[in-house]
């Protein structure tokens, strides 16, 4: 069965720097998500993206983060000038297209990213 | 905004047995879909049963089913013949029909006793 793919597993960066996270979605699937879970804490939305596009973003997704589909499989999530409190399991999911029926989000294992 | 609570944040089963696990949501919408998912120590989200909210009939996936009551905002999840390999955390989540972001519960830690 296709998954969603995630690299890498566990990322440890400095404060300050920028880290980037990638993804590989499940190939005919055209929504892609970040999601990010703080330890102890629920999962919570950041972006979703279609057609090359921001389509939904939270609070949570402010200036400090992008996202970016650079070539045909790829799907990544930047994080700027990286905080302690970026700390948290990052999850990247996928979803065909049809909207207003019920598709699934089909989830990566995640990278678990650690600033220090 | 939609919130959705998980009341029990550890449960156990005997291994065969019956379990529940509880979720509340509270919404103002008529048009939402509703999940369960699993997240098993290798910590993939893996996608259990899903409900349209439009429809009355629960859903059922072999030893899961759902027990969806739209009056009162509940959806709860049933597992039967619990095995080993069903030990994960679970995650209730809520999606608006027009939109695509998930909200989650805060997940139930499930333990199943041989």
């Known amino acids: 069965e296709p998954e969603v793919t995630q690299t890498p597993s566990h990322q440890v960066t400095q404060m300050g720097q920028e880290v980037i996270l990638r993804c590989v979605p499940i190939?005919?699937?055209?929504?892609f998500y970040w999601y990010r879970q703080i330890l102890g804490q629920k999962v919570e939305f950041l972006v979703s993206?279609?057609?090359?596009?921001?389509?939904?973003k939270s609070e949570i997704f402010d200036d400090q983060f992008s996202v970016e589909r650079p070539d045909g499989s790829n799907f990544t999530l930047k994080i700027r000038s990286t905080k302690l409190e970026d700390s948290a399991m990052y999850f990247c999911?996928?979803?065909?297209?049809?909207?207003?029926?019920?598709?699934?989000?089909?989830f990566g294992d995640g990278t678990r990213l650690s600033i220090l | 905004a939609q919130t959705v609570t998980q009341s029990q944040p550890e449960m156990s089963v005997q291994e065969a047995e019956t379990v529940t696990l509880s979720c509340t949501y509270d919404t103002s919408e008529s048009d939402y879909y509703l999940f369960w998912y699993k997240q098993p120590p290798s910590r993939q989200m893996i996608l259990v049963i899903r409900q349209e909210a439009y429809k009355q009939q629960n859903a059922t996936e072999n030893r899961f089913s759902v027990n969806f009551q739209k009056a009162a905002k509940s959806f709860s999840l049933k597992i039967s013949d619990s095995q080993l390999g069903d030990a994960a955390m679970y995650f209730c989540?809520?999606?608006?029909?027009?939109?695509?972001?998930?909200?989650f519960g805060s997940g139930t830690q499930l333990t199943v006793l041989p």
């Open positions: 999911a996928s979803s065909e297209v049809s909207r207003g029926s019920n598709q699934p989000q089909h």
């Open positions: 190939s005919n699937h055209l929504y």
């Open positions: 993206f279609y057609n090359n596009e921001i389509s939904e």
């Open positions: 989540a809520y999606r608006l029909g027009s939109a695509r972001q998930l909200t």
